[in-house]
C-alpha cells in the first residue's frame, strides 16, 4: 500500500550541505521545544495491489511524520490545525518535461482534518470519500500518531530521482518556529517499485594508455671520410704513388684539407639545418620556425603552492616573502638557498592574516560520526565565540583532515584529505541551539572544486561525542617556485657601437611563470589556481636601463616603436640570451645606457614538491626577514606543489608546429550552408553539425544544429562558443540561430536464447551493458552511447543484432519491436523488412533506456533458456 523512506535511505544534494539526518533525529528525539520530521511516507496505492482505493491517484499523496508531536502553537500537540499547501516546498527531480517536473502542491492538510481518529471526527468538506478512505487505510488508527501527520498531495508523481520535502515558516522562507532548521527538510523518492532487479550501478571506464614519442635520427660528415675520399682521388690522378706515410708531403696536404672541409662541412650544415624546422638543433631557431606556423613554444612553468600561515597577531604579509623546504644554515638569500640545493617558493601577493583564520573546525551539527562526501559543494564552519574570520565570497580555504588540531604539523592527519576551494559567496550565518557558543557559517565554493573524495569532519571519541578532526584553513597564500635576485649587471652590460644586443642574466636557469592577478584568481576556482598554464608562462626578468624598467613579452609582434619590451630566449644549456626590440616594433635599446635585471631562478617539475615541506623562512631578496618583524608567522604547505614544467621538448614541437599552421589554413569565413556546419564543427565539444538556410520573412537566416559530445550536451558553453566563432565568419545581412538536435526516440525489443550453462541474469546483465547508452570498461562505449549516432544516421538491423549475439552464451535473438517509440506495429513490420530506422538530417536516434528519462527511448530484453 505505501512505502517509508527514512532520513538515511539517500544523500541530500549538495548544496546546502549533506547532514547526517539519523545523527540528527538521535539529538532532538524528545526535545520539548524542538520539532523536526521524522521521515517522508509515499502512499503508492498502485492498481492491482492489495489494498487499492479506486478514485484515489497512485504516488502522489505524501505523509509528512513528525519526530515528537510537539505543540507549536495548535490546538493539540502535532501538526497545527491552520497548516496548508502554503507550507509545503518540494524541490529535485531531473526531467525535463515541465509537465512533470518540478512536482508541485495541490493540497495540505493535518491528517485528523481529513481522517480523523479515535474521538475526533474528521471535516467532511476538505476531501472526497476515496481519499478520506485512502488515508485513513494508510495511517494506524491511534489518535497520537495521526496528529503528527501532515498529508500533501503533488501536482504529478515525479521521476526516479530524489525529492526533498520543506516545511516553511510564516513567510514562506526558514524553517517553521520550533522547528530544528536541519530537520525541517527531509528527502523521499516517489517510486515505490525498481523496474529490474539488476545492479544499477555503472562500471568505471578505463582510460586509454598514452602512447610513446618517436626518436629522430640524424647523419653527419667528418674528416676522415674526407681523408679517405681525397686519397682516393690522389691515386686515380697519380697512378704510380702510393705512399701513404704521414711524413709524406702529399698525405700531409690531403689531411689538412680534410680538416679544414670538415670544419666547412660542419658551418655549412649548422647554417642549412637551423634553416629548418624539421633540422634545427638551437632551441631559438626551433622557437622562431614554429612561431611562423602560430605555435609557441613554452619554456616551462613554475609549479605553484599554497602555504598556510599561523599567526598570532593580525598582520600584512607582503608578496615576495621566500619558504625553502630545508633548515637554513643561518640567514640565507633565496638565491643562496637555490644554489645550496634547497627548494625556494616565493608568495605572489600581499596577504591580511587573522588569528582567528588560522584553523577554523567544521562543524557536524552533532554527528559523532559526520562526513562530507565526495563531490561536495559546501560546509558548515564552527566559529568559536569571539572570534572573526571575515570571510567572503573569494576567500581560499583549504580544507584539511587535522585530527589533533595542529594545522602546521604536516605529519598530523591524512596529506591525501586536504583540499583547496574557492568561496563563490558570502558565508551564511547559522545558529546550532545544541551548540550556543559557536557561530555556524555555511560556506559554499565552486563548482570545479567540488571534493574529489570524501572528509571526515567528525569521528567518534572515547566519551561517546563527536571528535571534530577536520579545519578549514582560511591564511592562505598563493606562491611560485623561484629564487629572487636584485639588480644584477647584464653580460655584456651595455651594448656595442654596432650590432644588435643581446645580453644574458649573469646566472642560468631563468625561472618562466604564469603572471598571477590577485583580483582575477579571486573569481575563479582554486583548481585552475593550481595548474597554471605553461603556454601562458613569462619570463621572470625585469631590465633597468636609468631611465626606465623593460618588461617580459612573448614576443614583440604587437610591440610599438616605443614600448618597453624584451624577450628571454633560453638555450638548452640553460642561458638565456634577452632580444630587445628595433624601433619598430619595441623600443631599441640605448647605446650609452647600463643594464641591470632583477630576476628569479627555477621552475620545471622539481618544483611539484610533496606536502609538509615548505616550513622555512628565508630572507627576502633585499636581505630584509621573511617574516613580518613583531608577530610569530608559521608555514607550511598543506597541499603538494603543481604545474611545473619542464621546457617543452624540441622534438615534440617539430611535430606539432606544422599540424598547427595546417588547421590555421581553414576558410575563415561562412558563404554556404555546409560552410557554417564545418565551421561549427572546429568548436571543442562539437561531434557533428548541420546547418540549413531558412527565410525568415525579412531576410535569410543559417539555422546551425550542433549535436554535442555526450559528456558536453548540457555544457552552455558549446553552444555559446559555436555562436560567437559563427558570428565572426558570417556573411552581412544573415543571422545566425544555433539550434539542439531533434532527437527521435527508439522503442525496441528483443527476445535471445541462451545456450546451455549460461544464466539468465550474467546474460542479462553483459547485454544491457553492450546495448547501453553509457561508457563500458576499457575505454569503450555502449552500442546506443550518444556519441555513436549522429544526424541522419540510420539504426541497421544487422548492427543491433551483431552487437547482440557478441554477448557470450546468446544462442540467437530476435527482434521483436523495431520501430520509433509510440510508433504502431506496422512500424516494425517496414522497418524490418527494410532492415532499418532511418533519420532525417536533423534528427539523432536515442535508446537511453533511462528510467529517469523514457522520452530518450526503450530497449525491452526478455530472456529464455539457459540454466
Same mark, same amino acid.
Given at each position: 500500500?505505501?512505502?517509508?523512506?527514512?532520513?538515511?535511505a539517500?544523500s541530500?544534494?549538495?548544496?546546502?550541505p549533506?547532514?547526517?539526518?539519523?545523527?540528527?533525529r538521535?539529538?532532538?528525539?524528545?526535545?520539548?521545544?524542538?520539532?523536526g520530521?521524522? +521521515?517522508?511516507?509515499?502512499?503508492s496505492?498502485?492498481?492491482g495491489?492489495?489494498?487499492?482505493?479506486?478514485?484515489?491517484?497512485?504516488q502522489?499523496?505524501?505523509?509528512?511524520?513528525l519526530?515528537?508531536?510537539?505543540?507549536?502553537?495548535g490546538?493539540?500537540?502535532?501538526?497545527?490545525?491552520?497548516?496548508?499547501?502554503?507550507?509545503?516546498?518540494?524541490?529535485?527531480?531531473?526531467?525535463a518535461?515541465?509537465?512533470?517536473?518540478?512536482?508541485?502542491?495541490?493540497?495540505?492538510?493535518?491528517?485528523l482534518?481529513?481522517?480523523g481518529?479515535?474521538?475526533?471526527?474528521p471535516?467532511?468538506?476538505? !476531501?472526497?470519500?476515496?481519499?478520506?478512505?485512502?488515508?485513513?487505510?494508510?495511517?494506524?488508527?491511534?489518535?497520537?500518531?495521526?496528529?503528527?501527520v501532515?498529508?500533501?498531495?503533488t501536482?504529478?508523481?515525479?521521476?526516479w530521482?530524489?525529492?526533498?520535502?520543506?516545511?516553511?515558516?510564516?513567510?514562506?522562507?526558514?524553517?517553521p518556529?520550533g522547528?530544528?532548521?536541519?530537520?525541517?527538510?527531509a528527502?523521499?523518492?516517489?517510486?515505490?517499485?525498481?523496474?529490474?532487479?539488476?545492479?544499477?550501478?555503472?562500471?568505471?571506464?578505463?582510460?586509454?594508455?598514452?602512447?610513446?614519442?618517436?626518436?629522430?635520427?640524424?647523419?653527419?660528415?667528418d674528416?676522415?671520410?674526407?681523408?679517405?675520399?681525397?686519397l682516393?682521388?690522389?691515386?686515380?690522378?697519380?697512378?704510380?704513388?702510393a705512399?701513404?706515410?704521414?711524413?709524406?708531403p702529399?698525405?700531409?696536404?690531403?689531411?689538412? +684539407?680534410?680538416?679544414?672541409?670538415?670544419?666547412?662541412a660542419y658551418w655549412?650544415?649548422?647554417?642549412?639545418v637551423?634553416?629548418?624546422?624539421?633540422t634545427a638543433?638551437?632551441?631559438t631557431?626551433?622557437?622562431?620556425?614554429?612561431?611562423i606556423?602560430?605555435?609557441?613554444?613554452?619554456?616551462?612553468?613554475?609549479?605553484?603552492?599554497?602555504?598556510?600561515?599561523?599567526?598570532?597577531?593580525a598582520?600584512?604579509?607582503?608578496?615576495?616573502?621566500?619558504?625553502?623546504?630545508?633548515?637554513?644554515?643561518g640567514?640565507?638569500?633565496p638565491?643562496?638557498?637555490?644554489?645550496s640545493?634547497?627548494?625556494v617558493?616565493?608568495?605572489?601577493?600581499?596577504?591580511a592574516?587573522?588569528?582567528?583564520?588560522?584553523?577554523?573546525?567544521l562543524?557536524?551539527?552533532?554527528?559523532?560520526?559526520?562526513?562530507?562526501?565526495?563531490g561536495?559543494?559546501?560546509?558548515?564552519l564552527?566559529?568559536?565565540?569571539?572570534?572573526?574570520p571575515?570571510?567572503?565570497a573569494?576567500d581560499?580555504?583549504?580544507l584539511?583532515?587535522?585530527?589533533?588540531?595542529?594545522?602546521g604539523?604536516?605529519?598530523v592527519?591524512?596529506?591525501?584529505?586536504r583540499?583547496?576551494v574557492r568561496?563563490?559567496?558570502?558565508?551564511?550565518?547559522?545558529?546550532?541551539?545544541?551548540?550556543a557558543?559557536?557561530t555556524?557559517?555555511?560556506?559554499?565554493?565552486?563548482a570545479?572544486?567540488?571534493?574529489?573524495a570524501?572528509?571526515?569532519?567528525?569521528?567518534?571519541?572515547?566519551?561517546?561525542?563527536?571528535?571534530?578532526?577536520?579545519v578549514?584553513l582560511?591564511?592562505v597564500?598563493v606562491?611560485?617556485h623561484?629564487?629572487?635576485?636584485?639588480?644584477?649587471?647584464?653580460?655584456?652590460?651595455?651594448?656595442?657601437?654596432?650590432g644588435?644586443?643581446?645580453?644574458?642574466?649573469?646566472?642560468?636557469g631563468?625561472a618562466f611563470?604564469?603572471? +598571477?592577478?590577485?583580483?582575477?584568481?579571486?573569481?575563479?576556482?582554486?583548481?585552475r589556481?593550481?595548474a597554471?598554464?605553461?603556454?601562458?608562462?613569462?619570463?621572470?626578468?625585469?631590465?633597468?636601463?636609468?631611465?626606465?624598467?623593460?618588461?617580459?613579452r612573448p614576443?614583440?609582434?604587437?610591440?610599438?616603436?616605443?614600448?618597453p619590451?624584451?624577450?628571454?630566449?633560453?638555450?638548452?644549456d640553460?642561458v638565456?640570451? !634577452?632580444?630587445?626590440?628595433?624601433?619598430?616594433?619595441?623600443?631599441?635599446?640605448?647605446r650609452?645606457?647600463?643594464?641591470?635585471?632583477?630576476?628569479r631562478?627555477?621552475g620545471?617539475?622539481?618544483?611539484?614538491?610533496g606536502?609538509g615541506?615548505?616550513?622555512?623562512?628565508?630572507?627576502?631578496?633585499?636581505g630584509?626577514?621573511?617574516?613580518?618583524?613583531?608577530?610569530? !608567522?608559521?608555514?607550511?604547505?598543506?597541499?603538494?606543489?603543481s604545474?611545473?614544467?619542464?621546457?617543452?621538448n624540441?622534438?615534440?614541437v617539430?611535430?606539432?608546429a606544422p599540424?598547427?599552421?595546417?588547421?590555421?589554413?581553414?576558410?575563415?569565413r561562412a558563404?554556404?550552408?555546409?560552410?557554417?556546419?564545418?565551421?561549427?564543427?572546429?568548436?571543442?565539444?562539437?561531434?557533428?553539425?548541420?546547418?540549413?538556410r531558412?527565410?525568415?520573412?525579412?531576410?535569410?537566416?543559417?539555422?546551425?544544429?550542433?549535436?554535442?559530445?555526450?559528456?558536453?550536451?548540457?555544457?552552455?558553453?558549446v553552444?555559446?562558443?559555436?555562436?560567437?566563432?559563427?558570428?565572426?565568419?558570417r556573411?552581412?545581412?544573415?543571422?545566425?540561430?544555433?539550434?539542439?538536435?531533434?532527437?527521435?526516440?527508439?522503442?525496441?525489443?528483443?527476445?535471445g536464447? !541462451?545456450?546451455?550453462?549460461y544464466l539468465?541474469a550474467?546474460?542479462?546483465?553483459?547485454?544491457?551493458?553492450?546495448?547501453?547508452?553509457?561508457?563500458l570498461?576499457?575505454?569503450?562505449?555502449? +552500442?546506443?552511447?550518444p556519441d555513436?549516432?549522429t544526424?541522419?544516421?540510420?539504426?541497421?538491423?544487422?548492427?543491433?543484432?551483431?552487437?547482440?549475439?557478441a554477448?557470450?552464451?546468446?544462442?540467437?535473438?530476435?527482434?521483436?519491436?523495431?520501430?520509433?517509440?509510440?510508433?504502431?506495429?506496422?512500424a516494425?513490420?517496414?522497418?524490418?523488412?527494410a532492415?532499418?530506422?532511418?533519420?532525417g538530417?536533423?534528427?539523432?536516434?536515442?535508446?537511453d533506456?533511462?528510467?529517469?528519462?523514457?522520452?530518450?527511448?526503450?530497449?525491452?530484453v526478455v530472456?529464455?533458456g539457459?540454466?
Open positions: 500500500m505505501s512505502t517509508s523512506v527514512g532520513p538515511a539517500v541530500l544534494a549538495a548544496t546546502p549533506a547532514i547526517d539526518r539519523d545523527a540528527r538521535a539529538l532532538v528525539e524528545g526535545s520539548t521545544h524542538l520539532e520530521i521524522d +521521515f517522508v511516507e509515499v502512499v496505492n498502485h492498481v495491489n492489495p489494498g487499492h482505493v479506486a478514485g484515489a491517484p497512485s502522489r499523496t505524501l505523509l509528512v511524520h519526530l515528537n508531536g510537539t505543540d507549536l502553537g490546538a493539540t500537540a502535532g501538526v497545527p490545525e491552520d497548516w496548508r499547501a502554503e507550507r509545503v516546498r518540494i524541490t529535485g527531480g531531473v526531467r518535461d515541465p509537465r512533470v517536473n518540478p512536482v508541485g502542491v495541490e493540497w495540505a492538510y493535518p491528517a482534518a481529513v481522517a481518529a479515535d474521538g475526533v471526527p471535516t467532511p468538506v476538505l !476531501l472526497g470519500p476515496a481519499d478520506r478512505r485512502l488515508i485513513d487505510e494508510a495511517l494506524p488508527p491511534a489518535r497520537e500518531i495521526r496528529a503528527r501532515l498529508v500533501v498531495r501536482t504529478t508523481s515525479g521521476d530521482s530524489t525529492y526533498v520535502l520543506h516545511l516553511v515558516g510564516d513567510d514562506g522562507t526558514g524553517a518556529d522547528f530544528d532548521p536541519p530537520l525541517a527538510r528527502p523521499f523518492g516517489f517510486t515505490v517499485d525498481c523496474v529490474t532487479g539488476l545492479d544499477c550501478a555503472s562500471p568505471v571506464a578505463d582510460l586509454p594508455a598514452a602512447g610513446a614519442s618517436p626518436v629522430l635520427d640524424y647523419l653527419a660528415r674528416a676522415e671520410a674526407l681523408r679517405t675520399r681525397l682516393d682521388r690522389l691515386s686515380a690522378l697519380v697512378p704510380g704513388w705512399d701513404r706515410n704521414a711524413a709524406d702529399a698525405v700531409m696536404l690531403a689531411e689538412l +684539407f680534410a680538416y679544414l672541409g670538415d670544419r666547412l655549412q650544415d649548422a647554417v642549412a637551423e634553416a629548418y624546422l624539421g638543433r638551437r632551441r631557431s626551433v622557437r622562431r620556425h614554429a612561431r606556423l602560430d605555435h609557441r613554444l613554452h619554456e616551462g612553468c613554475s609549479a605553484r603552492v599554497l602555504l598556510a600561515l599561523t599567526t598570532d597577531t598582520v600584512t604579509l607582503p608578496a615576495g616573502a621566500a619558504v625553502c623546504d630545508t633548515p637554513p644554515d640567514d640565507l638569500l638565491v643562496d638557498a637555490d644554489e640545493g634547497s627548494l617558493v616565493e608568495t605572489c601577493h600581499d596577504l592574516l587573522l588569528p582567528d583564520r588560522n584553523a577554523i573546525p562543524h557536524a551539527w552533532g554527528d559523532a560520526e559526520h562526513t562530507l562526501p565526495a561536495a559543494t559546501a560546509a558548515y564552527a566559529v568559536p565565540g569571539g572570534a572573526a571575515r570571510l567572503a573569494g581560499l580555504l583549504v584539511a583532515d587535522c585530527p589533533a588540531g595542529r594545522p604539523d604536516s605529519a592527519g591524512d596529506p591525501a584529505r583540499f583547496a568561496l563563490d559567496r558570502d558565508p551564511v550565518r547559522h545558529v546550532d541551539d545544541l551548540a557558543a559557536v555556524v557559517l555555511e560556506v559554499h565554493w565552486h570545479e572544486d567540488a571534493l574529489p570524501p572528509l571526515t569532519v567528525a569521528e567518534p571519541s572515547p566519551d561517546g561525542t563527536g571528535s571534530v578532526r577536520a578549514a582560511a591564511n597564500a606562491a611560485d623561484g629564487a629572487s635576485l636584485t639588480w644584477e649587471l647584464l653580460d655584456p652590460p651595455r651594448p656595442d657601437a654596432d644588435p644586443y643581446r645580453p644574458r642574466p649573469a646566472r642560468t631563468l611563470a604564469e603572471p +598571477f592577478d590577485l583580483r582575477a584568481a579571486a573569481t575563479r576556482a582554486a583548481s589556481l593550481t597554471p598554464d605553461p603556454g601562458t608562462a613569462l619570463a621572470q626578468i625585469t631590465v633597468d636601463d636609468g631611465q626606465r624598467l623593460w618588461h617580459p614576443d614583440l609582434l604587437g610591440s610599438s616603436r616605443l614600448d619590451h624584451l624577450v628571454a630566449e633560453p638555450e638548452s640553460g638565456a640570451r !634577452l632580444r630587445f626590440g628595433d624601433g619598430v616594433t619595441g623600443r631599441a635599446p640605448s650609452q645606457a647600463t643594464y641591470t635585471a632583477r630576476y631562478l627555477g620545471g617539475t622539481r618544483g611539484n614538491v606536502a615541506r615548505l616550513q622555512h623562512w628565508l630572507l627576502r631578496a633585499d630584509s626577514p621573511g617574516a613580518v618583524s613583531g608577530s610569530q !608567522l608559521s608555514v607550511w604547505n598543506p597541499l603538494p606543489g604545474g611545473g614544467n619542464d621546457p617543452e624540441l622534438d615534440a617539430r611535430q606539432l599540424a598547427v599552421l595546417q588547421g590555421s589554413r581553414g576558410q575563415l558563404v554556404t550552408s555546409s560552410d557554417y556546419a564545418l565551421s561549427a564543427q572546429e568548436v571543442s565539444g562539437v561531434q557533428r553539425s548541420v546547418a540549413r531558412r527565410w525568415t520573412g525579412s531576410w535569410y537566416a543559417q539555422e546551425v544544429t550542433v549535436d554535442a559530445l555526450a559528456a558536453r550536451v548540457e555544457d552552455r558553453a553552444p555559446l562558443a559555436v555562436s560567437a566563432l559563427l558570428e565572426t565568419r556573411m552581412a545581412g544573415v543571422d545566425v540561430a544555433v539550434a539542439r538536435p531533434v532527437y527521435v526516440a527508439l522503442g525496441l525489443e528483443l527476445f536464447c !541462451l545456450a546451455p550453462g539468465v550474467d546474460v542479462e546483465r553483459q547485454l544491457v551493458d553492450a546495448l547501453s547508452s553509457r561508457l570498461p576499457g575505454a569503450s562505449t555502449g +552500442f546506443f552511447h555513436r549516432f544526424f541522419a544516421q540510420p539504426l541497421q538491423l544487422s548492427d543491433l543484432v551483431a552487437a547482440a549475439m554477448v557470450p552464451g546468446l544462442a540467437w535473438v530476435e527482434v521483436r519491436r523495431f520501430a520509433r517509440l509510440g510508433a504502431p506495429g506496422a516494425t513490420r517496414v522497418n524490418l523488412a532492415g532499418r530506422i532511418s533519420a538530417p536533423r534528427e539523432v536516434l536515442r535508446c533506456s533511462d528510467p529517469n528519462n523514457p522520452e530518450a527511448g526503450r530497449l525491452t530472456l529464455g539457459g540454466s
